[in-house]
């Protein structure tokens, strides 16, 4: 989570235009991506490019005690206040504001307050003593339990209709998440996916009455497990059986595809480095380079990987999804990982990290937002290349995959599954038409 670009990676990215972000899986991916119709996709772009010039500049006024225009008119040239041109007019991203002090060090400093903002970040960002534990072999697993809420708003919908729901349900991983226990759900008896559905739900169904909330919730208990591997690079051999990983070799349209963006990018980072983890790390060390900052919906994104290559900034799924394509172009085979991280504090988030596989290792995690922690301890320094931390929940197992029961109408969210999705009889019904709340603890 660094707020400025690597000078390195700037020059790798140079002549790219700004745009203004375990075991194996029981079956091999499926490229199942929703494609949304132009009109709903527009639609989305609306809610999430709302603000206008005025008030981008009014916000920057307040947060920062000595702005003047010519600071919005270098940054706005910079392409570090986000924005598109939707019909006719330049409108800015809704966190575009928020996501400059992220972006650019320089603006954060002057904001009121600058650290203190800045830096409430999750523990396991930087170096902490459960990193270290992992390493050291110790028992860091650790029982949670999560309670999930999905509420519909009232008069969404007429009343006496019925309301369709799925639930983020968590999978058995050998190793990694085990011993999942439902307690209860409201309303009772879900239909729970089986543990072959690479985004598992639990499905509900529940008529609205008028003036009221519609409420789903979902409680149960799972352990999850710290995973470590120590990678040696003189060991790592080419692929054995390459045509046995071919599913996780290839492009994927419409998020993972070596076009000439990536494939220039790809180039100026490896060099004529040989061998499969040495490429791996300078893969990993420049896409970690990116400054994280908020997203916009991953819908109304054309092609992720490229988008978080050229943005100047990308959130956790936006990194993840380039760095999966920037290795399958090396031939280091890779998968989606994502659901919830926690911390030993009170810090939780949606999240998504990664997998890839090098031989004679296997299947290894990986979570280039966490990315390289501040240490000149050289394993440390690489533990999320390799290692995941126990404080995880993970959902999926493959990103764009169907639901069971499957969706009658276009999901609101496309790739990802963390939220859930609603829909009735005559559309899907968005993020705007309903509120979710995740509480989780860790049993002692």
Not at 13 to 21: H, P, T, V
Not at 37 to 47: H, Q
Not at 226 to 245: E, G, S
């Amino acid at each position: 989570m660094r707020p400025l670009l690597h000078p390195v990676l700037l020059a790798m990215l140079a002549g790219s235009a700004l745009i203004g972000c375990s075991s194996e899986p029981q079956s091999a991916p499926q490229d199942n991506a929703e494609q949304i119709s132009e009109t709903e996709r527009k639609a989305r772009m609306r809610r999430d490019f709302q603000w206008t010039e005025a008030r981008v500049k009014e916000k920057l006024a307040e947060l920062i005690p000595d702005y003047t225009e010519a600071d919005f008119e270098r940054w706005d040239a910079a392409g570090l206040l986000e924005y598109q041109i939707i019909d006719g007019e330049k409108r800015y991203f809704n966190r575009a504001v928020s996501n400059l002090f992220y972006i650019d060090d320089a603006a954060r400093d002057r904001r009121i307050e600058p650290k203190s903002w800045y830096y409430s970040i999750a523990p396991l960002y930087q170096v902490h003593p459960h990193h270290q534990a992992v390493m050291n072999n110790e028992n860091t697993s650790k029982r949670i339990r999560i309670t999930y809420e999905l509420t519909v708003k009232p008069d969404v919908i007429p009343a006496e209709q019925t309301l369709r729901v799925w639930l983020p349900f968590p999978r058995a991983i050998p190793g990694q998440q085990t011993d999942i226990q439902l307690l209860s759900a409201s309303p009772t008896d879900p239909l729970i996916a089986n543990e072959q559905q690479l985004q598992r739900t639990a499905y509900f169904e529940q008529q609205t009455k008028a003036g009221e909330p519609t409420a789903f919730s979902i409680s149960y208990e799972y352990t999850a497990h710290a995973i470590h591997n120590r990678i040696d690079a003189a060991q790592v051999t080419p692929l054995k059986d390459p045509a046995a990983l071919a599913p996780y070799l290839g492009e994927r349209a419409p998020h993972m595809v070596f076009n000439e963006t990536l494939q220039a990018l790809n180039e100026r980072i490896v060099g004529d480095e040989t061998n499969l983890y040495r490429i791996a790390q300078k893969l990993f060390a420049a896409v970690d380079d990116i400054p994280w900052a908020s997203a916009r919906e991953y819908s109304s994104i054309a092609n992720i990987s490229e988008y978080a290559a050229t943005a100047g900034h990308a959130d956790c799924g936006q990194q993840t999804l380039l760095l999966m394509t920037l290795m399958r172009m090396n031939g280091i085979p890779t998968r989606w990982q994502s659901g919830w991280e926690f911390s030993d504090g009170k810090f939780n988030t949606m999240h998504d990290w990664g997998w890839f596989y090098l031989e004679p290792y296997g299947w290894m995690p990986m979570d280039v937002t966490h990315g390289q922690l501040n240490t000149m301890d050289d394993a440390l320094r690489w533990f999320y290349l390799g290692s995941l931390d126990a404080y995880r929940l993970t959902f999926n197992d493959d990103f764009s995959q169907p639901f069971f029961p499957a969706k009658q109408h276009t999901r609101s969210e496309t790739v990802d599954s963390q939220r859930g999705e609603v829909e009735w009889e005559l559309g899907n019904l968005y993020f705007d038409k309903w509120n979710y709340k995740m509480t989780w603890e860790v049993i002692e």
